[in-house]
């Protein structure tokens, strides 16, 4: 049998995990290389968790390609002969024309990076481990998945911009993200609550990067999150939506450059920004300081007034899914978002709240809520066997 590898690569890390190829892709290791263009470190694991490696390589030139043999190097030990017939990437930008997942060549590639300035954080690295993968193993078939292809059903208005025809004609409009995080969502729901997933729902998928999703019948209606992945809901570092007046005033009074303003609203605001202590949820709930309180308010808030809008979007609400991070796991984050959609009907159980229940709402309650882990390495292996199985 052989193997179906996924990669995540963020800026100084590659996360990875290696499933059977099958219709029903089986976890068999998870990896991590970290500290790129730092002091690095790999991790392998098996299915349960259970550290198999831990390795610290040598620093001297470890860029994204030597993090990428690393991690082929660690893997391909435990494989068992099973060699990987097929490789799946997290992407996280395909602009206006890739709304599914698919193999990767040299033209696609090229196309990709071309949205780079939309997806700063994010796409220039996702590209460098195909591009490494592809120099050393050429004829490995690549599949790259899309964090915007689960937006592309939404309707015109829904991904439109006030502004002239003639930008919006060339791709400036509103994509979303998150787009693999809420496939997966919304095929586990349709699993636990097939009536409620025919129906009306928002799923927030919230962590270090938030957002929330309106799906109809398991279809995207509308995000939080437009053009870039810095739109909508307050993050950890990131500012999501702001007066463009803002900006102005910032390169007007202080004289801020492009890639300045870049700094601000991505990696300087959100979380970190209002607190000055952590953009870390953990560290700011337990922290008795007024400016973390201020920003876990301020968080709660900006979801509470986009839930108004996306309810509004899908003509009223049927459920309320969390997930990432902070849905899955920050309890009093989902109490106080439930809290505030009590007009909407929504009453939660605080028990089942407390010990992470799958579903949450109290048995009045008009609005069903739950909790769903995501796995976006799953869905991504789902995508490669088809790709694969097919041929």
Known sequence: MSSIAVVNAGSSSIKFAVFDAAAAPRLRLKGLVEGIGATPRARLSNAAGETLL????PPEGFDHAAATRTMMRIAADWL?????????????????????????????ADRLASFIPLAPLHQPHNLAVIR??????????????????????????????AIPRKYSEAGVRRYGFHGISYQYVTGRLREIAPEIAKGRVIIAHLGNGASLC??????????????????GLMMGTRCGSIDPGVLLHMIDQYGFGPREIEDLIYRKSGLLGVSGISSDMR?????????????????????????????????????????????ENDKETRAEVCEGCAWLGVALDPAANQTGEQRISAAR????????KTNEELEIAKSAWEILSAG
Do not use: W
């Not at 996280?92 to 599914?100: L, N, Q, R, T, W």
């Not at 490494?132 to 439109?160: G, K, S, Y």
């Open 283 to 327: 560290t700011l709930r337990a922290s008795s300081e007024p400016a973390a309180r201020e920003a876990t308010a301020l968080f709660v808030y900006r979801i509470l007034r986009e839930i108004g809008s996306l309810a509004a979007a899908l003509g009223g609400l049927d459920a309320i899914v969390f997930t990432g991070g902070i849905g």
């Open 80 to 108: 068992d002969g099973k060699d990987i017939s097929i490789i799946g990437h997290r992407v996280v930008h395909g602009g206006p024309d890739f709304a599914a997942p698919l193999i990767v060549t040299g033209n696609i």
């Open 365 to 372: 309650s008009r609005v069903a809520v739950f909790v769903i």
């Open 214 to 231: 309106a799906v109809k019948d398991g279809r995207s209606v509308a995000s939080t999150m437009g053009f870039t992945a810095v739109d």
């Open 132 to 161: 490494a993968m592809h120099a050393e193993h050429p004829n490995l078939p690549q599949v790259a998945c899309f964090d915007t292809a689960f937006h592309r059903v939404q309707p015109p208005i829904a991904q439109a911009f």
């Open 54 to 57: 831990t390795e610290s390589p």
